[in-house]
């Protein structure tokens, strides 16, 4: 086993465990930082596929700014939303099997898929694929209007957060 395979096994243990605990944690502050853990180990799974433009994608969008938005309305709704009942569900056992359920199909069904196991072509010399995501990304006749959207969407959020967790005064 090379060292790349074993590092690739710790890193799909420790996210794997980590979303668990997201799911399973009682604490949504606790749930939020076992979720940047599991983002984290998506990014090293990123690093070890010499796919760094991702791996800094993962960890400044997803990481810097979406996780750390989530804690932010955590902690800014803590007051207003507490319930102190239990979080989990009792029919828990169905989802767990239908997950393990769903799972195994992927796996039989990608086993059995002949594009699995082939290669990608090469990419033709003098095309840069971060230049042609970044063209297409920022160009009108591209994506700029969801991210746009996107944007809006997140500001949103987070005012809306804000105004939710405002104390007034009486």
Known sequence: MTVLQVIFLITAVVTLGAAVMVV???NLIHSALWLI???FGVAVMYGLL???FFTVIQVVIYIGA???LMIFAIMLTRRVIQDPGSSVNRG???AGLMSLVLFTALVWMFSTW???HTTLPEMPAGIDPIE???TALVSPSGYVIPFEIASVLLVAALIG???VAWERKS
């Open 132 to 134: 042609l995501l970044g």
């Open 161 to 163: 957060a804000v105004v």
């Open 114 to 116: 002949t594009g699995f």
């Open 24 to 26: 399973t944690a009682r």
């Open 92 to 94: 828990w056992w169905l």
């Open 66 to 68: 979406i996780a750390i």
């Open 50 to 52: 010499n796919a760094t």
């Open 37 to 39: 853990l599991s983002l």
